[in-house]
């Protein structure tokens, strides 16, 4: 929910005009852009919860197989960062280590002479590890070694030798996918993001809303009278062109790549915090239409409306990808 201090931008009338210019030069904008980002391995800011970036900064390079960026979207995939998270499959900790295989490869990392699963100091070392140690199993097979390594993750080494790369389980194959889709959005990029094929659509539908009240928790609904929270907005937005978003703000962040201030295009999501070190603190987010605004779902009382985004608590931005989104796990179980 956005703070009271903000100001709405401009005459509806004239914004009304300003975004539609913005959405045609969408797709000319994006046609002097670069490709995507390229070997990044450097952690995107805020990406990582401060308390465990240096970990993942520094077990993340602990072999040649895996990233820090890699090895954060594991630990997002598996447990949302939650280090008392459980499973009912008995998977524990913030990287979701079964009892057999903690009791064979968990580490000590902090080197206080035990090894504990639900510490973060040794389970995100132990993470790393068992990556290298598998990636070390499989090494010899052909392609890519980070994705053999992460299928061996998932169906065994041997599946790997046997069938001379990633095997052809479709639960492998979407494995690998998942996190490598992950990965790119913990990775700080080291080239121009490619742009949105579907910022227009989605600035469209936001634009259509201009002036409906705000809801906390509105998801549009007739029975809400068609009312919007801020990710509430966001999220069906993108749902008109075929993405589906999470319900939530915090994690609507990890839908892709983040591009820097400069390299903002219309469609990018927007995202503010008071915590500018920790994607799971962002409480408020929006659609960026170009010239510093965005269209957002302000707080009670307000409506949705036009605001400038460079506030003390802007966090960053996402260029929403489809598979970025598709990527995304669930909300993760809380421990039990």
């Known amino acids: 929910m956005r703070k009271a201090w903000l100001v709405a931008g401009g005459a509806l009338g004239l914004c009304l005009g300003f975004v539609a210019l913005l959405v045609v030069g969408t797709f000319s904008a994006a046609a002097g852009l670069g490709g995507g980002a390229k070997g990044a391995v450097a952690l995107a800011k805020g990406a990582v919860p401060a308390v465990y970036q240096p970990l993942v900064q520094k077990w993340g390079n602990l072999c040649p197989a895996i990233n820090p960026a890699l090895l954060a979207a594991q630990l997002y995939q598996e447990s949302g960062w939650n280090p008392r998270a459980q499973s009912h499959a008995a998977a524990q900790g ?5 009892p057999g295989t903690w009791a ?3 580490v000590d990392g902090d080197g206080d002479g035990d090894r504990d699963v639900w510490d973060p100091a040794d389970a995100i070392p132990s993470a790393a590890t068992y990556d290298c140690k598998l990636a070390g199993y499989v090494k010899k097979a052909p392609g890519d070694p980070t994705d053999n390594m992460l299928a061996a993750y998932n169906a065994g080494a041997y599946a790997v030798i046997k069938y001379g790369g990633v095997p052809p389980y479709r639960e492998t194959q979407n494995y690998v996918k998942v996190i490598r889709t992950l990965e790119k959005s913990f990775a700080r990029p080291v080239g121009r993001v490619e742009p949105s ?5 989605a600035i469209y539908f936001a634009q259509q809303k201009l002036g409906t009240k ?3 928790g509105g998801n549009g609904t007739p029975e809400q009278g068609g009312r919007f929270d801020c ?3 966001t999220q069906a937005a993108y749902r008109t062109v075929g993405i589906e978003l999470p319900r939530v703000a915090n994690d ?4 892709g790549p983040h591009p820097s201030r400069d390299e903002l295009l219309p469609g990018d999501l927007v995202f503010f915090s008071d915590d500018l070190a920790d994607s799971r603190a962002i409480r408020h987010v929006g659609l960026y239409v170009g010239g510093g605004y965005m269209i957002n779902a302000p707080y009670t009382g307000a409506v949705i409306r036009f605001d400038k985004i460079d506030t003390p608590d802007y966090f960053g931005a996402t260029r929403v990808t489809r598979d970025g989104a598709e990527a995304l796990p669930s909300p993760p179980r809380p421990a039990v």
């Open 94 to 98: 913030i990287a979701q280590f079964i």
């Open 104 to 106: 064979a490869h968990g």
């Open 197 to 201: 094929r579907q910022a227009a659509g």
């Open 214 to 216: 705000y809801l906390w």
């Open 231 to 233: 990710s509430g907005l």
């Open 252 to 255: 609507q962040y990890n839908a």
